[in-house]
């Protein structure tokens, strides 16, 4: 095959290769956010990629935007309409509603999707991530509101940030719609309350003062919206748990149309990277798309791309140790029949053997080894073969120590 | 909202919803894999399901068909043809290629992928099936070979196989090609030779006898394949490894055109499902797509599908358990606080507890607990709080034991 002809190595646009350090470092994000959502009773499900796509037209207006521009959608061969989803309420939403009556709820659930957005990449935003989503279903306590919070900020923690790393803030469609009320009572127009809102998302983007003058102009009058009785109580609630830094912020808008209470976001304090991370909220009518007697929910999605860039930042991201204990190399190409053994017997005693095969010059096997950064090493030549004596290297510290065949299980397993 | 516009609460054709329990069970599966593979030194790597569709393309003749009729192929909002990968393969090829200077050989990679066919759903094939895939890069070893068939045999006898309930069938595409001279050299027409490998991949569909006088007429002459020196060698390997079960079936033939030595399938020995259930080959040209200097490779995929239908059938699918120790239900709606204390107390001490909010009567409470399958339940009460002793019930047996608040956690983690 000529050069020219070859095909690229690229993946597709927007999209990541997860060579095994990036998965690794996945593996870490998704085992901290299961070992704490099952804390707290929480049970995995899944579904797949392709939804119907009318799924995501039924929102409403807001999500026109999103449907029509920036969702992966297109025909199946039978002439469906299929989307890949953007995001996982819908989903879980539907799967209830298809089996209220066997549920039981409340009912806690969770999932690491992948979701995909047809839009240009940059940083903090690809085409594809993969995106923790928590939801409590069936109650309508504000306790489960504070649950799901305190879930977000126990995440948080089992990542290592202190409390001074990240802002909870809370919001309430309940505030917003008692403020757009009193602004219909003041004659606002429904153009000018639309401004009012982009606005308010607009926080920390302008000065302050600037912002507010703004708002008490398009809003004929003095502008504020006050905190309500739900937000005080689910915060009071959560610094029962000790929880200290969750405020109320009357800016806190969210883009989804399904939100009905409360509402929140987890913001970044690191001066370089002041921006929510993610966020969350209840929605009590999400499944009277699908059903009668809609169940309510409540719940956050929490995406791995600005999550990896919150740790690399403060430090927080572990290094990489892949699952392989040993690494045993070959002296001499015939030797690889008693390498072979060699590992076979320590895999047998619980140990992970990556056996090289002699192909390569032991300089060479030695590099592989090094480049798959395993913490040890083996070197099965005659002697060892024939004493049933192993010197095994550390590849960190150079640092050698032999051992009987017999021991050496017992040495890896006991790291 | 009318019940005529209400969206259908179904997932999208041929894929499935993974709700608790099927999750879970995807999960042991995982679970078990990957405990097999990572014994044997593979890391997990990972991709997107997005692809460049002339990655499919390429791969000449017999998979024209495969990416015109059976892949999900469509055009992004940027007029790029992007497939829904059907297999992995191509995907971890290019992957490999892209960095062969700085991976380190020989390479242990495994993935545990969703794959997309776009065909008729039925039994044991769906539009979407999650398939693990295990590969080893850069050895030309027949060690490589044998621990590539090693894998597929561990991880079956991990899931609680025993040997008589599978076979391995080896083939070669050495021995193909060989036949494939012999053939020419007796001037077969290329029509028959076709012809003969569709009548090879149909043993046991047919009758024996009738094939193979089928086989003659059109080889024009005596009809067999022998086993070559590289079969038997690995066959030696395996059976140094304890592995009886692996034979050498000429009938094999794989339809993967990539695959350029040892071939290999996994059939199930049941009477009522004797069928192959998973394999793979060696692979030394695939990556020669992208790069000048191709590397060799050897691996196998199976499918989760199959692989249930094969344990189910056995009664070796584990029965489901959720991650969740205990249930706390609420005598009275205005006990909630304190149960929310206790749970945190729990799960502070490393309990994964589950919390009712008292919305419902306790009745429905504990039935709850009882569809989630919860194995115990604590009921708190007003006596319960001021006393500090809880009654933990057994949820299956019914049996109850009383514990003061602070012997909970230990009662439940050392379970």
């Avoid at 999209?15 to 995995?44: C, H, I, K, W």
């Avoid at 002439?79 to 953007?86: D, I, M, Y």
Wanted: glycine share 8%; aromatic share 10%.
């Amino acid at each position: 095959m000529s050069k020219k002809e070859r095909l690229s190595t690229e993946a597709y646009k927007g999209v990541r290769d997860f060579y095994p350090e990036e998965q690794a470092l996945l593996n870490y994000l998704t085992s901290v956010m299961r070992s704490v959502v099952e804390r707290v009773g929480y049970v995995e499900y899944h579904a797949s990629v392709l939804e119907s796509a009318e799924l995501y037209r039924a929102k409403g207006a807001e999500n026109e935007e999103l449907t029509n521009e920036q969702t992966y959608t297109f025909l199946d061969r039978g002439g469906r309409e299929v989307t890949l989803r953007p995001e996982m309420t819908p989903t879980v939403a539907r799967m209830v509603a298809a089996k209220r009556r066997e549920l039981g709820f409340p009912l806690r659930l969770y999932s690491i999707p992948n979701v995909f957005r047809y839009e240009r990449p940059q940083k903090g935003r690809l085409r594809e991530h993969w995106q923790l989503n928590v939801d409590l279903f069936g109650s309508r306590s504000l306790y489960a509101d504070a649950e799901i919070i305190g879930v977000a900020y126990g995440i948080m923690r089992a990542f290592g940030a202190k409390e001074s790393d990240f802002e909870i803030r809370l919001g309430s469609r309940n505030a917003l719609e008692k403020l757009d009320m009193e602004l219909i009572n003041r004659e606002v127009s429904s153009e000018n309350r639309k401004k009012i809102r982009v606005l308010l998302d607009k926080k920390g983007k302008m000065s302050e003062g600037e912002r507010q003058k703004e708002l008490e102009q398009l809003a004929n009058g003095p502008f504020e919206i006050t905190e309500t009785a739900d937000i005080v109580e689910i915060r009071r609630i959560l610094s029962d748990l000790g929880v200290t830094n969750a405020t109320f912020d009357p800016n806190i808008v969210r883009g989804f149309d399904y939100y009905t209470g409360m509402i929140f976001e987890v913001f970044d304090t690191h001066p370089s990277n002041n921006r929510s991370l993610f966020g969350g909220g209840r929605y009590d009518n999400l499944t009277a798309l699908f059903d009668d007697e809609p169940t309510p929910g409540v719940g956050f999605g929490m995406g791995d791309v600005t999550l990896r860039d919150f740790l690399a930042v403060r430090g927080l991201t572990p290094p990489y140790r892949p699952p392989t204990h040993v690494y045993v190399a070959v002296a001499t190409p015939e030797l690889v029949g008693g390498a072979w053994a060699l590992a076979a017997e320590l895999r047998q005693q619980g140990v992970n053997a990556a056996l090289d095969f002699g192909e390569r010059k032991l300089g060479d096997q030695l590099k592989t080894a090094s480049k798959h950064k395993i913490p040890y090493l083996i070197v099965v030549g005659q002697n060892e073969i024939a004493s049933s004596n192993f010197a095994v290297r550390n590849l960190e510290t150079g640092e050698e120590k032999t051992l009987a065949r017999e021991q050496l299980a017992a040495f890896f397993l006991n790291l």
